[in-house]
């Protein structure tokens, strides 16, 4: 994230730590200590003193965020260069929105980018995250970067973050994964929802 950020005003990374593993201890208190002798106070580090998991986590990050903006991605999301660009630019334009981007999958055996098709986000009857084909109203207009509107996120987004807590935030007692996806969904179903492609590699 920090190379493919280098163009943009970022004002902080938030690292949140919801795990005790012994490995991220040391390495990870030295990498950051290491950036913040370069940029000081460019990363903040958040600990749980208990693990709190996936929905809490979310919440508790954006509780430490204090940028007018802001992204709530996993561990494992790799960033593409010039990925914020036009997901910042359609949060401007309305700040009302809620990007979900549109991930490609990195093959864990080779690191070769496989590209996903372009899809929205739904859910079926069960409540289970379904990928679904974009309208053909989206597919007329031609361009690859226009945003899909969906009737259900992910749980990677960014948002404006006072909106964020307008609509509520998340359900910090949600316990079971996934349940964010649809949540999310029906808390925006009266405004602009979208998925943007960035190519997030």
């Known amino acids: 994230m920090f190379k493919s950020t280098a163009d943009i005003d970022v004002k902080h990374i938030l690292c949140l730590i919801d795990s005790f593993a012994d490995e991220l201890k040391e390495k990870l208190q030295d990498f950051v200590s290491e950036t913040n002798t370069q940029r000081p106070g460019f990363i903040k580090m958040v600990r749980h003193t208990k693990q709190e998991g996936l929905i809490r986590?979310?919440?508790?990050g954006w509780r430490a965020a204090t940028a007018?903006?802001?992204?709530?991605?996993?561990a494992h999301v790799e960033f593409n260069v010039g990925w914020a660009e036009p997901v910042l630019l359609r949060i401007k334009e309305d700040?009302?929105?809620?990007?979900?981007?549109?991930?490609?999958?990195?093959?864990?055996?080779?690191?070769?980018i496989e590209e996903y098709p372009l899809s929205a986000q739904g859910f079926d009857w069960e409540l289970w995250?379904?990928?679904?084909?974009?309208?053909?109203?989206?597919?007329?207009?031609?361009?690859?970067?226009a945003p899909i509107q969906s009737p259900a996120l992910i749980g990677c987004f960014v948002?404006?973050?006072?909106?964020?807590e307008e609509i509520g935030l998340l359900d910090e007692g949600m316990e079971v994964y996934g349940g964010e996806n649809v949540e999310l969904g029906i808390r925006v179903?009266?405004?602009?929802?979208?998925?943007?492609?960035c190519s997030f590699r």
């Open 189 to 197: 179903s009266n405004v602009s929802a979208h998925g943007v492609h």
């Open 129 to 145: 995250c379904r990928y679904l084909n974009p309208p053909k109203s989206w597919w007329h207009r031609g361009n690859k970067s």
């Open 57 to 60: 986590s979310r919440v508790s």
């Open 95 to 112: 700040r009302t929105r809620i990007i979900s981007p549109s991930f490609d999958n990195i093959k864990y055996d080779t690191f070769e």
């Open 159 to 164: 948002v404006d973050r006072l909106y964020f």
């Open 68 to 74: 007018p903006v802001v992204a709530l991605f996993d």
